[in-house]
């Protein structure tokens, strides 16, 4: 099989500080496309500075939108990334040499979080594996509003390195994300029929404690460790919680 070329997609909206160093992560793809929904910073000035192809649209959701950015690629071979993320250089090299030959349909990759200037290496946030490099005729992306990810019809092969993901510049952003992802996982819910009972309510936050801290061994990242541990906690009981004051509305 011949060298595939690579499109990376990354759909942006107000990332002018972060999507720079995204993009120069990828400099070994053929190309980069940023699929836009309105930003009012500079993210398309940075991004076609650095050589990104820019395509800007509206606002779909996250799945709709990726796929919309796999849509538009260039070249078959696609690699879906963040603006929050960068690809480390074994990461890089690792994808380099998988696309002189590929032996798959896609292909999964680790993903490494920093919260508050330090790398998570337990708790939830690790395991974080996600197919991310897929030819677009075998794969798509699916799932709800929420936590979207790759599917594709065919082999899946491992590579090596990490996705080196940044996912908050501060905790009022992380906040605003609980809001926000909370809402999005009511309206998938009820969407999907689901009815929350007050036992998910009170003893659901308590098993992400538990799931956090001793079986992800959360607790050895320390107090960051601690405090991702009450943060995911109490994102899980605000969006059952709010599912549970909701289903009753019409």
């Not at 060298?3 to 909206?13: D, E, K, P």
């Not at 398309?44 to 796999?70: C, F, H």
Request: charged residues 25%; contains cysteine; negative net charge.
């Amino acid at each position: 099989m011949c060298v595939q070329r690579l499109t990376v997609t990354i759909i942006a909206r107000n990332e002018a500080d972060r999507i720079g160093a995204a993009i120069q992560s990828v400099d070994f793809a053929d190309e980069v496309l940023v699929v836009d929904s309105g930003s009012t910073d500079d993210t398309i000035d940075v991004a076609r500075s650095l050589g990104a192809r820019v395509i800007e649209t509206d606002w779909p959701g996250y799945r709709e939108q990726k796929n919309r950015a796999m849509g538009w690629a260039t070249y078959d071979w696609v690699l879906g990334l963040d603006a929050d993320e960068r690809v480390n250089s074994e990461l890089a090299a690792a994808i380099t040499e998988v696309l002189r030959s590929p032996q798959a349909a896609g292909y999964e990759m680790s993903r490494l979080g920093h919260w508050m200037g330090a790398e998570i290496h337990h708790g939830t946030w690790r395991p974080d594996r996600a197919i991310r490099l897929f030819d677009r005729r075998f794969g798509r992306w699916t799932g709800g509003s929420v936590h979207e990810l790759v599917e594709v019809d065919g082999p899946v092969h491992r590579v090596a390195g990490e996705l080196v993901h940044h996912p908050y510049r501060d905790l009022e952003e992380q906040l605003q994300s609980i809001q926000r992802y909370a809402q999005l996982f009511v309206d998938d819910a009820r969407q999907d029929g689901v009815r929350a009972r007050w036992w998910d309510v009170v003893f659901r936050p308590f098993f992400h404690l538990f799931k956090a801290l001793v079986l992800r061994a959360g607790i050895r990242d320390g107090i960051r460790g601690w405090c991702l541990a009450a943060l995911g906690a109490t994102h899980v009981m605000l969006k059952w919680g709010m599912l549970y004051l909701a289903q009753d509305e019409p």
